[in-house]
């Protein structure tokens, strides 16, 4: 499955890069969260940290295109829950994600600029993820997810970007509890599972075209 994660992201750049102007690769940290059955409502109820890989392309400033590799943990104490269990209703299990996200900036922006150098941005696409007791069950993907989001951008030097950002998922699933065992055999229908991640992206900027000899507008559209 590792192979297969990074024969994405290898054919991800691939593809973009044949006629990109930037494109830009990093790292995620932060936390994840669960909402669900056991707990439908209160954000950051026990998170719990999280990483990434992330890789953006961008060929204007109002538009870029992310894909990222995102792994963590989903728990619950269940103090929240709105449904009857057999047991305890706690829980934990570790989640992967492979999520290709299409971005807008408000603002215009981009890496590296001194007068377009920070932006508000919103975000969303589509995740393919897995979950389990340990890191290898949860990369083996087998559900997918509605991310989006929001998030601020912030250029930090001239190849180096800081980003913030609050990112959810309405999982296409619910049973993100698994082991969990409800009074009525299966968990609620009518509170969809969800998770989430918040956390800071650092990425480093590398520019896949040359400049044109002359000074034109394609030249300076990034300044």
């Excluded at 994600?97 to 001194?114: A, C, K, R």
């Excluded at 989001?149 to 980003?163: A, D, N, T």
């Excluded at 509170?191 to 480093?204: A, E, K, S």
Aim: aromatic fraction near 18%; glycine fraction near 12%.
């Amino acid at each position: 499955m590792i192979k297969k994660i990074v024969v994405f992201f290898v054919l991800t750049f691939v593809f973009v890069g044949a006629e990109a102007q930037n494109l830009e690769v990093g790292a995620f940290g932060g936390v994840s969260y669960y909402n669900g059955d056991l707990n439908p409502g209160m954000p950051f109820n026990t998170p719990e940290p999280t990483f990434g890989l992330i890789g953006r392309y961008s060929k204007g400033t109002r538009w870029a295109y992310r894909a990222a590799f995102t792994t963590g943990k989903l728990s619950s104490d269940g103090k929240y829950a709105r449904v009857n269990t057999m047991a305890d209703a706690s829980f934990s299990s570790s989640i992967s994600d492979i999520s290709v996200l299409v971005e807008f900036n408000f603002f215009d922006y981009f890496t590296g600029s001194q007068k377009d150098y920070m932006t508000p941005y919103i975000f969303g696409g589509v995740s393919y993820f897995g979950t389990g007791v340990d890191f290898g069950q949860s990369i083996g993907f087998n559900r997918f997810s509605i991310p989006f989001g929001f998030g601020f951008k912030y250029s930090i030097g001239k190849r180096l970007g800081l980003s913030a950002e609050w990112n959810m998922h309405k999982a296409l699933a619910d049973n993100l509890e698994q082991n969990v065992i409800f009074e009525t055999g299966s968990s609620d229908p009518n509170t969809n599972d969800w998770y989430g991640y918040t956390g800071i992206m650092l990425t480093y900027k590398f520019n896949l075209e040359k400049r044109q000899a002359c000074n034109s507008f394609n030249n300076t559209k990034f300044e």
